[in-house]
């Protein structure tokens, strides 16, 4: 292995490990008990993002619709009503074409959404005028939201109810955090669903 190529790797690597701090595992922690909220009351998750956030937000619904919940041995034990919002490639093209493309969240929060229900929204910059939007709808109709950006937050940061925000100009790094955040709670709200049926 080249020496640069294994000091660039362990330098990325360094920098993804140090974002996680005290002070942001239990902003994570937050995050985790909304969504242990939200799964006891039967609500909906809804995830959204751009690019790879919006890739991170598919994979993030399949994890809290089926990693958390669907067992063999416990089968009584379902995952949460979580939908990715980028998901529907008509419904984000209709919607970008007849309303423009700052709203294709949020007109599908207006329509699937409901107070109770929590948005988390995955944002590198947090600027970004349709992840804006969402979070402005979902809390004027009085859902619960999340964002998790990174660089300085951007708006996203300072209008959302549960702010994960990790200071980093890196936007893979942003993309990674955005990943390890939700499998954390993943793996958290597995456990605990599984210690209430033991």
């Known amino acids: ?12 690597l360094k920098k993804l490990n140090d974002v996680f701090d005290e002070e942001k595992l239990n902003s994570v922690e937050v995050l985790a008990e909304a969504l242990a909220e939200v799964w006891a009351a ?32 416990l089968p ?7 939908e990715a919002l980028p998901a529907n490639v008509g419904v984000l093209t209709c919607l970008a074409n ?18 109770g229900d929590l948005l988390i929204a995955l944002s590198g910059s947090g600027n ?6 969402a979070i402005e709808t979902g809390k004027n109709m009085g859902l619960r939201t999340c964002a998790i950006t990174g ?23 942003a993309e990674d955090i955005q990943l390890i955040v939700g499998h954390i709670c993943m793996q958290w709200l597995s456990n605990r669903g599984l210690k209430k049926i033991a």
């Open 1 to 12: 292995m080249e020496k640069t190529f294994f000091a660039g790797a362990q330098a990325y």
């Open 42 to 73: 039967g609500g909906n998750v809804f995830i959204c993002g751009n690019g790879g956030s919006a890739a991170n937000a598919i994979h993030l619904a399949n994890d809290l619709h089926y990693g958390i919940g669907t067992y063999e041995q």
């Open 76 to 82: 009584g034990l379902l995952g949460m009503k979580v």
């Open 98 to 115: 007849d309303t423009g493309y700052q709203n294709i969240y949020a007109q599908q929060l207006l329509v699937k959404g409901n107070k």
């Open 128 to 133: 970004s005028e349709n992840i804006i939007r």
């Open 151 to 173: 660089y300085s937050g951007g708006k996203c940061k300072d209008i959302s109810d549960i702010s994960l925000h990790f200071p980093v100009n890196d936007m893979q790094i």
